[in-house]
């Protein structure tokens, strides 16, 4: 699991919400070893925290699922 930022120009997409004058998107994938491609793919706006991706998922027993420190928030993992 990992998120990328992707930059964008102010001036060609000024629909994506800026931060400090600087507009993007973030990518969020979730890569599952038994295929080819991702199996979760999740396209938001740079503010919202990796660790708020953790609430969309749909946590499957018996897995594991390993993630940067970006995504570490205790309560959410109880």
């Given at each position: 699991?990992?998120?990328?930022?992707?930059?964008?120009?102010l001036?060609?997409?000024?629909?994506?919400?800026?931060?400090?004058?600087?507009?993007?998107?973030?990518?969020?994938?979730?890569?599952?070893?038994?295929?080819?491609?991702?199996?979760?793919?999740?396209?938001?706006?740079?503010?919202v925290?990796?660790?708020?991706?953790?609430?969309?998922?749909?946590?499957?027993?018996?897995?594991?699922?390993?993630?940067?420190?970006?995504?570490?928030?205790?309560?959410?993992?109880?």
């Amino acid at each position: 699991m990992d998120s990328t930022t992707v930059d964008l120009c102010l001036g060609l997409f000024g629909w994506t919400p800026s931060t400090k004058g600087h507009a993007g998107l973030k990518l969020h994938t979730l890569l599952d070893l038994r295929g080819n491609i991702p199996s979760v793919i999740s396209i938001t706006t740079t503010r919202v925290h990796d660790a708020s991706f953790l609430d969309r998922l749909h946590l499957e027993a018996g897995s594991f699922y390993v993630m940067d420190r970006g995504y570490f928030h205790a309560i959410r993992l109880m």
